[in-house]
């Protein structure tokens, strides 16, 4: 397995009206993130926020090329970025337990907090299509380029780890600095990766490796 130090490029935040940063995502020209009852859009290269939608933000958000989706307690929802509405909802697999959320190639991926794994489940029902098993608790998760990411945190130990997505091996691990949480976590494409601090209300920019 490779280890590094995980590079932080840019610091956003602290937002004062969203003390805990939950999921994040990427639609190709806005981060956004999840804050417990808005979901919250920032542009990355001003860092201003540039428009909120209400609805339950309670863990993992995703999105799909055109539609966000959101964890909020026991469910996922649908949304309309447009016009902020709910579309439709489906059940969560942890049953209220679930953390990270991602897209990718018709799935959705949910990362289960303290259950330690990731299920990829039907985004029209919410069937579990797979488990990958982890040995650490899993925060964010995100695909990119064909590879796997996902974030872990316990105690005052965070990294972010790519797996094997066929038998969830620690393929490369970028450790975090001490006391540095990743909750949310979200790749824009390309060379970095978008990462939520759980409290402290800061949306973090890291390096990825190539």
Known sequence: MKKSQAE?????????????????????MHVWFAAGDKLHALDPESGARVRSIEVESHAGT??????????????????????GKVLSTIPAPG???????????GSLWVGQHRG??????????????????????????????????????EGDESDIRRIDPATGEVLERLDMP??????????????????????????RAIRRPR
């Not at 995703?62 to 989706?69: E, P």
């Not at 006391?179 to 209300?201: I, K, N, T």
């Open 116 to 153: 330690r794994r990731i299920h990829e489940i039907d985004p029209e029902t919410g069937a579990i299509r797979r488990t990958i098993e982890s040995n650490r608790i899993v925060t964010g998760v995100t695909w990119v380029d064909g590879e796997l990411w996902h974030g872990t945190w």
């Open 178 to 203: 001490e006391g540095v949480g990743v909750s949310g976590l979200e790749s824009d494409g390309r060379d970095r990766f978008y990462a939520g601090s759980g409290g402290g209300g800061k949306l």
């Open 8 to 28: 932080i490029i840019r610091e956003y935040g602290p937002f004062d009206d969203a003390p805990r940063i939950n999921g994040v995502t990427f639609d190709g």
């Open 62 to 83: 995703a999105f799909d090329g055109r539609y966000l989706y959101q964890i909020a307690e026991d469910r996922i929802h649908k949304i309309d970025p447009d016009s």
């Open 95 to 105: 049953n209220g337990g679930d953390s990270g959320l991602a897209w990718c190639e």
